[in-house]
Every structure is written in C-alpha cells, then in structure tokens.
T-cell receptor, first 108, second 110 residues
Framework: QKEVEQNSGPLSVPEGAIASLNCTYS??????FFWYRQYSGKSPELIMS????GDKEDGRFTAQLNKASQYVSLLIRDSQPSDSATYLC????????FGKGTHLIIQP | DTEVTQTPKHLVMGMTNKKSLKCEQH?????MYWYKQKAKKPPELMFV???????INESVPSRFSPECPNSSLLNLHLHALQPEDSALYLC?????????FGPGTRLTVT
C-alpha cells in the first residue's frame, strides 16, 4: 500500500515570509513527485513536478527531493495572501496517490 | 494549453436515475483518469485509461461505468448511486506523468 504523509496544518505564515511544506512517502521505487495547489471548491492545480534528487526552482516555488530519506518538500518564497490554499503532495504510480494535504494560511 | 473540460459543473440525481459525466481534452494526451474527492479529503483514483483502453480500475463499484469513446473524450456513466457517492468527480489527463485536472463535476445523490 503506497502512502503519502503530510501534516494537515493549518500552517500559518506571515505575508512575505517563506512557507515550508513537507511530505514523506512509503514506496522506495517511486520516481515522480508533484505538488498541487487546491483552492476551496476548486480542482487541484499542478504547480511543481520533480523527478531527481535535489532542488528545482520555478519562480517563487522550490521543490526539494531526497529519495534516500523518501522526503519531498515545497518552499514558497515571499508568501502572498493568494497563496492561501491546500497544498497536496502526490506520488505517481499508474495514477496519483495524494497526501491528505496541508492547509496553508498566509497572514497579511 | 493545459485545459481539461468537464460537464456538467453540478448534478443532482436520485438513487434510481441514470446520468453521465463528460470530460474532454485536446492536448493530445493519451492517458485519462477519473478521481473522486470527498469534502476535506484528497482525490482518490477510480479509473485509468491509457490509449483508450481501461488499464486500472481501483475496485470501484459497478454502479460507476467508465467509457472512452476516443482519445479526447472520457465519460463516467452513473446508475443506482447511493447518497455516499456524493462528491466532486475530477477528470485528469496526462502526457507522461504530469496530470492536469478539469474543474470537476459536483455530484449530489438524493
């Protein structure tokens, strides 16, 4: 049984600070990892994908992958109130297996 | 363009009704998916179609019947649903591993 674990939060971060979201997964053979953002009442939106160990940056977002520790993280720099949402970590195996999501609140 | 469309946006149906959810993508993706999402829970995989063939059925009850008429379309036929089937039904498509979701159909079974 593949499992993806996330702290459900809420995680409260002041505007302009760095938000750090973490995720662990159980299946050692997993190769593809994703972060989705989901606003209340909307569908998930892909914001980052990462396949190799290390960091991947895209604008204010940085994804980090450590396969030895089975750990994936997402950093959001210069957090904005519009970043307030649920962030879902996902691992690909045929379809996506999602963590329960972390509810992020950016305080103005 | 990473657009996946779904119709209808909202659906209310009785337990004896038959209805269908529709999903369409024009990105040339060869894999399409149905997920179910209950309130405050993550999406759960239901079905995977790869090259128009059903490749994964995650032990979904037979009252849900998927269909892939062509590489751009995916349907989910619903019959004799239960109130606990009320949820957001999400369609996604992918090229390789990155999946793009449609807006979903919010289904209420009365």
């Amino acid at each position: 049984q593949k499992e993806v674990e996330q702290n459900s939060g809420p995680l409260s971060v002041p505007e302009g600070a760095i938000a750090s979201l973490n995720c662990t997964y159980s299946d050692r053979v997993s190769q593809s990892f994703f972060w989705y953002r989901q606003y209340s009442g909307k569908s998930p939106e892909l914001i980052m994908s990462i396949y190799s160990n290390g960091d991947k940056e895209d604008g204010r977002f940085t994804a980090q992958l450590n396969k030895a520790s089975q750990y994936v993280s997402l950093l959001i720099r210069d957090s904005q109130p519009s970043d307030s949402a649920t962030y879902l970590c996902a691992v690909f195996a045929d379809g996506l297996t999602f963590g329960k999501g972390t509810h992020l609140i950016i305080q103005p | 363009d990473t657009e996946v469309t779904q119709t209808p946006k909202h659906l209310v149906m009785g337990m004896t009704n038959k209805k269908s959810l529709k999903c369409e993508q024009h990105m040339g993706h060869r894999a399409m998916y149905w997920y179910k999402q209950k309130a405050k829970k993550p999406p759960e995989l239901m079905f995977v179609y790869s090259y128009e063939k059903l490749s994964i059925n995650e032990s979904v009850p037979s009252r849900f019947s998927p269909e892939c008429p062509n590489s751009s379309l995916l349907n989910l036929h619903l019959h004799a649903l239960q109130p606990e089937d009320s949820a957001l039904y999400l369609c996604a498509s992918s090229h390789h591993y990155e999946q793009y979701f449609g807006p979903g159909t919010r289904l209420t079974v009365t």
